[in-house]
């Protein structure tokens, strides 16, 4: 990017799960990194930069932690995770709900930032589902991640305005082709 943007200036900002295309729309920030559901796509460009297996946060000594792996039906009956400032499909699309044994979900605590997440699983109040790279990129020695086997991936997304016409925007689009090629080559040795 800076070989075809020299004078771009790349500042990191956290965004809010509900804020992330929002501001993207609003002009705050030129692109930002989504998960889905995106509910209100008007006006934004969404280019896949990679799909991401889903996992389950649990707590330490959760009966499951003994496992490599689970499906949905083992999480029937647990408490998840809930975020009341993010639109309800989002949430719900997360939590897997409805599940596809039927079993409604059952929500626990509130959270809104991935250090609240961590907290709560961490307690034993609820667990959460997420994206791989979250494991990756987030510790609690409280907290284990095990693969979900049997639920969608998550797809990460590029967020960027419809339109825009910028050298910036332009050179970030190249590079998710970039990635997306090498990820596609890499699935195919």
Known sequence: MQRDVPAASVQLVQLTWPDQAAAVRAGTVDASLVRPPIVDTDGLCLDVVRDEPRVVALPAGHRLTTRAEVELADLDGEPHVHDDETDERWVRWWACDPRPSGVPVRYGPTVH?????????????????????????????????????????????LCTRA???????????????????????????
């Open 113 to 157: 930032t991935m250090d609240e997440l961590l907290e709560v699983v961490a307690s034993g109040a609820a667990i959460a589902i997420t994206g791989s790279s979250v494991a990756d990129s987030y510790r609690h020695p409280e907290v284990v991640f095990l693969p979900l086997t049997d639920v969608e991936p998550c797809p990460i997304s």
């Open 163 to 189: 339109g825009d016409p910028s050298a910036l925007i332009a050179s970030l689009r190249r590079a998710v082709q970039v990635v997306r090629g090498e990820t596609r080559e890499q699935a195919q040795v």
